[in-house]
């Protein structure tokens, strides 16, 4: 973690020191899948379908038409469910953990080529503020997965998510034309997700990492 972090803000010290042409900004809008799990978290645990979609901003580093500051802002869906492979009809396998959040992705962005159609990549970290949780179908054994439920035996164990999550994500894509682009995406969180269940599951302390795959789609206006 330390050194994702440290790299992340060599990254950006860098960027300082570029030349930015704000000037020359274009903007588009995104929307994809994403595939969510949340690691050391729930007992069973599972994958999570959702989505995301909202805004960027490209803008140009460098008198080349090859790296980008690419920030962003979405609405993103992350989360797990109970549906582990080989769980099926145990004790939470329907369980639904779904975090929603409004999310801020702040990427480097370089062209391999300055190609009009041609590969990129990207890297960076990314901002989550959670706008809803939603449980349904906690375990019966767990009851606490539930936010909304307090045991009295366990007052500090709970299931709320934590309201700000960050971490850092690398992808990779294909553009055609500058205009409409392909991503892939990987995203790993750096911050603990659910506080309240730090001894959970079985009397594991790991951190728990909320990960989401997504595959996106953007449209950059000319």
Do not use: C, W
Request: net charge positive; no cysteine.
């Amino acid at each position: 973690m330390k050194k994702l972090l440290l790299a992340s803000g060599l990254m950006f010290s860098a960027l300082s020191f570029a030349q930015i042409d704000f000037s020359s900004t274009r903007f588009g809008a995104s929307a994809g899948a994403n595939l969510s799990a949340v690691r050391n978290a729930h007992n069973p645990s599972g994958k999570r379908f959702t989505m995301q979609f909202g805004a960027l901003a490209l803008i140009p580093m460098g008198t080349e038409n090859q790296f980008f500051l690419q920030p962003e802002i979405q609405y993103f869906g992350a989360g797990e469910t109970g549906k582990e492979k080989g769980a099926k009809g145990k004790d939470g396998y329907d369980a639904v953990y779904a975090n929603d959040y409004l999310s801020v992705p702040i990427n480097f962005k370089g062209y391999f080529s300055e190609a009009e159609s041609e590969f990129f990549a990207l890297i960076g970290p990314r901002f989550n503020f959670l706008l809803s949780q939603r449980v349904k179908n906690a375990p019966v054994s767990r009851p606490y997965y539930d936010p909304d439920v307090v045991v009295s035996s366990l007052p500090n164990v709970n299931g709320k998510t934590n309201k700000f999550n960050f971490g850092f994500g690398l992808g990779f894509g294909y553009s055609y034309k500058r205009q409409v682009e392909l991503t892939a995406r990987y995203d790993f969180g750096l911050s603990n997700t659910y506080p309240g269940l730090d001894h959970e599951p079985d009397g594991s302390t790991k951190s728990k990492s909320e990960q989401v795959i997504s595959l996106s789609v953007n449209y950059i206006f000319q």
